[in-house]
């Protein structure tokens, strides 16, 4: 039995609406909260008219709710209908029933027609249709949400979990989820295109949990090629990538990979119904991209066609999303009561920067208590000056070990232990100069997570990430500003942290040249790296490489020397084949000395060349292509590399059973075959035993019965679609007072 929690008094109004109109077999004409002397719906009746209001009074009680029926008897006396009907959230006995009926001596109020809680769910137990339509009631619910935990079809942590819970109730259900339905329908991938805080993530995560909620196993992943790793078999499973094309700046290297990694895999999702793949994106990082690479430009892609674009909202819309936001918001009564005198809250509604991210922070008793302003104060800055959303809290209001811990984070990985975060914020303070004795920095630095945690971190599972993606956007620009990337190269030595400060210099489009006033700097970082010893020795070359290319010095260079010996007495793990085969085409085109740079070749050659041979019975058949035509191609012994092809080729045909169980169509199963058949032939491979694998998976195939999947439905569009009036505004926002 649902209780409506999950419902803004708006949201609940149209599930009472849809309801009768379901039930009654007719149609109710709306007229919103407060409207037309308290007529929430009218109908027609034989003799007459009838009127509809629904009280969402879950928080206020039964007392209240006699009181608002009292005041409403003079209204309905002068209205006069033929016909009157309550309903309301609460839960009511028949003598509390009776007592409405006596509030309201002048309507014609029959026990019948008084709905409470109980009733409005044996409607929907009667009317299924409406309660998938509103999709809010259920998808939060504990009985959902338990299912969903416990089924294991959703593999995300329990920030992922936590947010997707808190978004729901907030959700306006607009034409952007049908639409993006369409095209998961249509061709099994969908990329979700938008500039910064205008709805992507929310919209993606409203469709994976909706997909959970109908049995479709989820995968979250962070990186395109976990998407290949991911077995489907007969279930129904969706992935999910959030920013698959980054935030901060879009590398070459990116390019590269999604150029090889992502036309390959969405093929795969377009012959298998079982597969949907989901991924956001920013407009212009996707168009950036598309103009670097033809192949993701290319008709096989057709990005237009797998792409909606979020972020144009009709004044409903924007109205009702306040509304959510505040109606669910834990900011106290006074500071709503502030955002609805003199109808300030059409100023937000109609402002040009308004967008949804701007609302979440904004209603946030979390972000409010940072900024310790006044709300019209922070609501005005921010919105005329969007980028002082985080500006004035950072420099002004946030301590100085708030701010180390802040930076750290910056210059890490987006989700950072604890554990590795903590010695980070350490040198972080060091680095800054802040003024923090040292023994005092284990408790500032707890104090730093209290003071941030809800506001600008979110803390799960003892690991840190920013709440939002706006904090890291800022930072960026802060970074910059403040020149502060001068003092983290100083303070950093991990792996992690070394890459995005060499992300954020890159920027910056030096121009590459000895003597760069920060070599020195860079130098001593990369030596912290190599000594430390916690990054493998193809993970350190990769980022040598770039330095010395850019920097051009010759102590980077004797990094690179001991890198590569580390690397010819270790070999390389199976789990690095897609960055071997990336540092074999990055060496050909690098700027090192001739004689280093074939010594360096030659080494990663035969350590590639092992890899293969040892790992083919692992490794995928994308892994094995692309270090293999990459051996062949740049590494310095063709011979060697021919052998280990087929080495690999070898091993992973004689464990291609559990391949060929994830084919499940005939076309998908013809092209595998004829791509493993001209790569075998292309490097003279010739194996006999997968041509019956390969046969007896296709009779399998001809043999099943290829039933469509049922989908989980098309929703219906809760909000109005078309422009509504400041009055029809200013009544939907009457219901905020006294929420």
Not at 320 to 346: A, G, P, Q, T
Not at 422 to 445: H, L, N, W
Not at 695 to 714: I, P, Q, T, V
Request: with cysteine; charged share 25%; glycine share 6%.
């Amino acid at each position: 039995m649902y209780d409506f929690r999950t419902l803004s008094y708006l949201d609940f109004e149209d599930l009472v609406r849809d309801l009768l109109q379901a039930d009654m077999n007719l149609r109710m004409e709306s007229f919103g909260p407060g409207k037309d002397l308290g007529i929430d719906f009218r109908f027609a009746v034989a003799h007459g008219q009838g009127i509809v209001q629904a009280k969402h009074f879950l928080n206020s009680g039964m007392d209240v709710l006699i009181r608002a029926a009292r005041a409403e008897n003079e209204k309905v006396k002068r209205l006069a209908p033929t016909r009157y009907v309550i309903a309301t959230s609460l839960s009511l006995t028949p003598h509390q029933k009776a007592r409405l009926q006596q509030a309201m001596p002048d309507a014609p109020l029959a026990t019948a027609d008084i709905l409470g809680r109980e009733d409005l769910n044996n409607l929907l137990g009667r009317h299924p249709e409406i309660e998938r339509k509103h999709f809010k009631l259920w998808l939060s619910s504990t009985a959902v949400l338990e299912r969903i935990l416990h089924s294991g079809v959703y593999n995300r942590t329990e920030i992922e979990l936590d947010a997707i819970q808190n978004l729901v109730p907030k959700f306006v259900h607009n034409d952007s989820i049908a639409a993006a339905e369409g095209i998961l329908e249509r061709s099994g991938a969908l990329i979700i295109a938008g500039e910064p805080g205008v709805g992507k993530t929310t919209l993606a995560r409203m469709l994976v949990w909706l997909h959970a909620q109908q049995n479709w196993h989820v995968s979250v992943i962070d990186d395109i090629r976990e998407a290949f790793e991911i077995l489907s078999g007969d279930e129904k499973r969706l992935i999910f990538f959030d920013d698959f094309l980054g935030q901060v700046r879009l590398s070459t290297d990116l390019v590269r990979g999604m150029d090889q990694r992502f036309p390959p895999f969405l093929h795969k999702v377009r012959s298998n119904k079982s597969l949907r793949f989901i991924l956001t994106t920013r407009d212009y990082i996707l168009r950036q991209a598309q103009a670097h690479s033809d192949r993701l430009a290319s008709p096989a892609v057709n990005a237009s066609e797998l792409t909606l674009n979020v972020g144009h909202y009709t004044r409903a819309t924007r109205a009702r999303i306040l509304y959510n936001h505040l109606y669910f918001s834990d900011v106290s009564d006074i500071e709503i009561k502030s955002l609805l005198d003199d109808d300030y809250f059409l100023k937000i509604i109609d402002h040009r920067n308004y967008n949804p991210r701007l609302v979440d922070l904004l209603t946030s008793s979390d972000y409010l208590s940072v900024t310790s302003r006044p709300i019209r104060d922070v609501v005005e800055d921010v919105l005329e000056n969007p980028q002082h959303l985080w500006e004035k809290p950072y420099r002004s209001h946030i301590s100085d070990e708030g701010r180390a811990l802040m930076l750290a984070l910056f210059f890490n990985d987006p989700v950072a232990s604890l554990q590795s975060l903590e010695p980070a914020f350490m040198r972080m303070v060091e680095a800054m100069g802040f003024p923090i004795p040292e023994g005092d920095r284990p408790v500032k630095f707890r104090a730093a997570l209290r003071e941030l945690e809800g506001s600008v971190l979110a803390i799960q599972a003892r690991s840190v990430r920013f709440s939002s993606p706006g904090v890291r956007d800022f930072l960026l620009r802060a970074v910059t500003d403040d020149q502060t990337l001068s003092v983290a190269i100083k303070a950093v030595q991990e792996l992690a942290e070394i890459r995005q400060c060499w992300t954020v210099f890159s920027t910056q489009d030096p121009t590459p040249a000895k003597g760069h006033p920060e070599t020195q700097n860079w130098v001593a970082a990369a030596s912290r790296l190599v000594s430390h010893g916690n990054a493998s020795s193809l993970q350190m070359l990769e980022i040598l490489i770039d330095m010395y290319d850019q920097l051009q010095n010759d102590s980077i260079f004797n990094l690179i020397n001991h890198v590569v010996d580390s690397l010819g007495s270790g070999g390389i793990d199976g789990t690095e084949a897609e960055r071997c085969a990336s540092i074999l085409e990055r060496l050909a085109s690098s700027g090192l000395p001739y004689d280093e740079l074939s010594d360096a070749t030659r080494v990663v050659t035969a350590a590639a060349a092992q890899m293969l041979a040892d790992y083919g019975d692992s490794l995928n058949f994308d892994e094995i292509t692309s270090v293999g035509n990459k051996l062949y191609t740049y590494g310095s012994d063709k011979d060697l590399a021919v052998e280990a092809i087929a080495d690999g080729m070898k091993a992973y045909v004689a464990n291609i059973d559990p391949v060929l169980s994830e084919i499940h169509s005939i076309d998908e199963l013809d092209e595998f075959e004829h791509e493993l058949r001209r790569f075998m032939e292309e490097y003279g491979i010739f194996n006999t035993s997968a041509a019956s694998d390969f046969r007896y998976r296709r009779e399998s195939l001809l043999e099943r019965d290829d039933n469509d999947d049922e989908g989980y439905g098309r929703s219906v569009s809760l909000a109005p679609s078309h422009q509504v009036s400041d009055d029809q505004i200013r009544s939907m926002f009457r219901g905020l007072r006294g929420r």
